[in-house]
């Protein structure tokens, strides 16, 4: 379990609050779905830890938001709300931002429940949209690399690529939902004037993980934290970028108070770019282990990505101001570190 003061983690949160136009946020209320998820536990700890703006953490379990976010309960700036996005929201509440994070975001949970992770993407875009324009909230959505499938060939992906995707699978349920949710968003600013800026996030690590997370490199450092030799489903030819979690939320917050309405924006780190054996063998380096070669199994294989290129060029964010901190050594390290409370 992470240790939230461990001196790493605390850098962390003043790196995120370094962000211009953050001051922006005192005296406001900000509303985040998916609280207890890696992005959700990071952003409102950051958020805790600027004081004077109102929390609004909606989640699906009160005792998993205990568990991680528990120091906050007692806090008069802090409010934990019970509930699956899938429902509208009560009338009582108001938010002067909201950034819906809930979703099902690892492989098990694409392979186990396509269906279930559809609906909460599309409803709980749904329900944000529809509390934004109720009560006049800026939304910033989180897409995902995954909106744009396959790449052409070696090319890295800009924000103007439509995508190539495979609908004939259950694994298009993440990726179609995130596209459909976009339109969604670009749909409610046209018809509504609902204030949208949409974050299209690379795959994102950090101590903030949940131990239970099934994605490759949660996998990777829970092995590293166990002493483990750190197992690799494939031959680890796949080439991707990644955001450490601090990065990842300074990167949204850069957006929602400088980027443009109505614009989408790649987030990544260019320094994170990284095969997937060289982040094993990263993680495999830094607890002195090895890395052994394990096929999965049909389960786990149903929910894997068959993209084996997805790098995401960052220009427009770059452009806009925002640059990353962390190289993925740095990243791999503290996460470790952090997570190890040594």
């Known amino acids: ?114 269906a279930e992770t559809m609906l909460i993407n599309l409803k709980g875009a749904e329900h944000a949209l529809e509390l934004a324009r109720r009560c006049g909230a800026t939304v910033l959505y989180t897409s995902t690399v995954e909106v744009y499938g396959n790449a052409r060939g070696d090319d890295m992906f800009t924000e103007d690529y439509t995508g190539q995707l495979n609908l004939s699978t259950s694994r298009a349920c993440y990726s179609e939902s995130k596209r459909s949710c976009e339109a969604l968003c670009q749909s409610y600013a046209a018809e509504y004037g609902v204030k949208v800026r949409i974050a299209r996030l690379s795959r994102v690590f950090g101590p903030t993980m949940l131990m239970s997370d099934t994605k490759a490199s949660s996998q990777f450092i829970r092995k590293a934290l166990d002493g483990e030799d750190i197992v690799l489903k494939s031959e680890g030819n796949q080439f991707f970028s990644y955001t450490y979690a601090t990065d990842a939320v300074a990167a949204m917050l850069h957006i929602m108070f400088n980027g443009e309405d109505g614009t989408a924006y790649n987030i990544a780190s260019d320094s994170c770019n990284v095969h997937l054996r060289d982040f094993a063998g990263l993680c495999a380096e830094l607890c002195g282990r090895d890395v052994v070669f394990d096929l999965p199994s049909e389960s786990e294989r149903k929910g894997y990505s068959v993209a084996v290129n997805a790098i995401l060029d960052t220009t427009r964010l770059r452009t806009s101001g925002f640059s990353p901190s962390y190289t993925m050594r740095d990243a791999v390290a503290r996460t470790i570190h952090i997570l190890k409370n040594d």
């Open 1 to 114: 379990m992470i240790d939230k003061r461990h001196p790493l983690y605390m850098e962390d949160l003043r790196r995120v609050l370094a962000v211009k136009g953050v001051e922006r946020l005192r005296g406001k209320s900000v509303l985040v779905t998916g609280a207890t998820g890696l992005l959700g536990v990071h952003l409102i700890d950051a958020l805790m830890a600027l004081g004077e703006v109102t929390v609004i953490a909606v989640g699906r379990n009160r005792e998993r938001a205990a568990g991680r976010l528990g120091e906050h309960l007692s806090s008069p700036l802090f409010r934990f709300v019970e509930q699956d996005v899938q429902r509208a929201f009560p009338e009582d509440i108001t938010a002067d931002y909201i950034i819906p994070l809930a979703s099902n975001t690892h492989p098990l949970a694409y392979s186990q429940y396509p």
